[in-house]
């Protein structure tokens, strides 16, 4: 018998959660609280792309899907967990080169998925850009990793490599309980339309033998 084990890879949103330097913190304002008024109601204030989030191309080719455009096929499917916590700065050709690619939606996993995340870290591990032309060679169609941004400043060099090809990023995963394998991948932008980046729930499915 199998059964399905989940694996949740979001991050948590709310007021403590380290987003983009340039960026306000989100605020969940608590406009109305029980018991004094009938229900609890609450106004959220935050960026497109506070905490486990998509980018869209939209968010540098303004002719290009928004988030609400990206097919499920890219949101949805089997996908491998790349373990590279061995990388101490940055991940290179040589460091993805040791791993066998074999799906089209590819997770990195590094230290940052054990970043205590309490402020922005700006020597994360990032990509290096013949990292990132790499990944595009080898046919991935969505690209998660587990900080801010896969580069460490905002200049979008590997923004530009992989949404001017309409490759679906994901940022802010939480790898620590992901393992170096195979997953089914659910991750669904809430469905705002015509904008750059989207919040989503990101869980890893696995089928596990009773
Ligand atoms: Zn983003």
Redesign the pocket.
């Known amino acids: 018998m199998k059964k399905t084990n989940i694996i949740d890879i979001s991050m948590d949103l709310n007021a403590k959660t380290i987003v983009w330097t340039a960026d306000p913190p989100p605020n969940l304002k608590p406009i109305l609280r029980k018991p004094k008024d009938e229900c609890n109601f609450t106004w959220l204030d935050f960026g497109s792309?506070a905490g486990t989030?998509i980018?869209a191309p939209y968010y540098l080719y303004s002719k290009k899907w928004t988030t609400d455009k990206i097919p499920f096929a890219r949101l949805m499917g089997a996908c491998q967990v790349l373990d590279l916590t061995d990388v101490s700065n940055t991940i290179t050709v040589q460091a993805l080169k040791r791993h066998a690619i074999t799906r089209r939606i590819i997770l990195l996993k590094t230290k940052n998925s054990y970043d205590p995340m309490k402020k922005y870290n700006p020597q994360h591990v990032d990509l290096s850009p013949e990292g990132a032309d790499y990944l595009v060679k080898k046919g991935v169609l969505t690209l998660g990793y587990d900080y801010q941004?896969f580069e460490r400043e905002g200049k979008n060099i590997l923004h530009r490599i992989f949404l001017s090809r309409s490759i679906t990023l994901i940022?802010n995963l939480r790898l620590k309980h992901a393992r170096e394998k195979e997953y089914f991948l659910i991750c669904l932008p809430i469905k705002v339309t015509g904008i750059d980046?989207a919040p989503a729930r990101a869980i890893l499915l696995e089928q596990c033998r009773l």
């Open positions: 792309h989030h980018d941004s940022d980046g």
